[in-house]
Nanobody, 124 residues
Framework: QVQLVESGGGLVQAGGSLRLSCAASGRSFSNSAMGWFRQPPGKEREFVTAISRSGDNTYFADSVRGRFAISRDNAENTLHLQMNSLQPEDTAVYYC?????????????????WGQGTQVTVSS
């Protein structure tokens, strides 16, 4: 089993940037497609971005494409989310998630394990 711990959240002004990290423990990180999801206040959790096991393929929600970047370091068991040009509508709890052996997916239910989340707040 893999345990995930997110970090890097915080308060930022609109137009600013944040870099989230997700540290994975366990042996299965390199065998897992990874994703970032977020849950805005009062709304359901939604897909943000995902990356394949090798890192060669990435996927983005339309709302973040061109502003966010996902990357992974399989040697360091770490996943990153670089968020630029942040807007108030990006305010949410951000979760990293892993899917053991399966391909990267935009669907929440495809992921096997989750982090506890980190709060991102963007002020206008």
């Amino acid at each position: 089993q893999v345990q995930l711990v997110e970090s890097g959240g915080g308060l930022v002004q609109a137009g600013g940037s944040l870099r989230l990290s997700c540290a994975a423990s366990g042996r299965s990180f390199s065998n897992s497609a990874m994703g970032w999801f977020r849950q805005p206040p009062g709304k359901e959790r939604e897909f943000v971005t995902a990356i394949s096991r090798s890192g060669d393929n990435t996927y983005f929600a339309d709302s973040v494409r061109g502003r966010f970047a996902i990357s992974r370091d399989n040697a360091e068991n770490t996943l990153h989310l670089q968020m630029n040009s942040l807007q108030p509508e990006d305010t949410a709890v951000y979760y990293c998630a892993g899917r053991h052996w399966g391909p990267a997916s935009t669907r929440l239910n495809d992921y096997d394990y989750w982090g506890q989340g980190t709060q991102v707040t963007v002020s206008s």
